[in-house]
């Protein structure tokens, strides 16, 4: 099972993929859309992992509210009660989206002590049952 589905407009690929590697180094198994199979029909590959992920970890920029797939994602992980948000750059939230917590990792460059990203590792690690991730992060910084 993933344990993180990340959601993120395709021109922001830097920092998804930055993210995921962070994820990642913590031991988590990560998935956003590089992961999508040749020849497969993505649409059911994508809801499977959303569906399945025990966190899905939306990337909030102007970019992407405008991306109807960034905000079914979105969607299903707030459905679920399995969603994180981070706002990436700054940006209206959508509606819909406007009354749940997010956190601003606006910093492409953010290191593992950074405040805002040990805040979505601590709601990760309590979705995904690892409480003590935060603290892992914070070694590693």
């Given at each position: 099972m993933v344990d993180v589905f990340i959601s993120y407009k395709r021109e922001e690929r830097d920092r998804c993929e930055r993210i995921y590697r962070k994820l990642t180094a913590l031991g988590l198994e990560v998935w956003f859309d590089a992961q999508l199979t040749s020849g497969e029909r993505f649409r059911r590959e994508i809801t499977t992992a959303v569906n399945a992920a025990k966190a899905v970890l939306v990337l909030w920029s102007p970019a992407s509210i405008e991306s109807d797939w960034v905000l079914d994602e979105a969607?299903?992980?707030?459905r679920r009660k399995v969603l994180v948000a981070a706002q990436i750059a700054a940006c209206d939230i959508p509606i819909g989206f406007g009354q749940t917590h997010y956190e601003k990792l606006h910093n492409a460059a953010f290191d593992d002590h950074d405040t805002e990203w040990l805040k979505i590792?601590?709601?990760?690690?309590?979705?995904?049952?690892?409480?003590?991730?935060?603290g892992f992060s914070e070694v590693l910084g």
């Open positions: 969607g299903v992980g707030q590792l601590e709601r990760i690690g309590a979705l995904t049952g690892r409480p003590r991730l935060k």
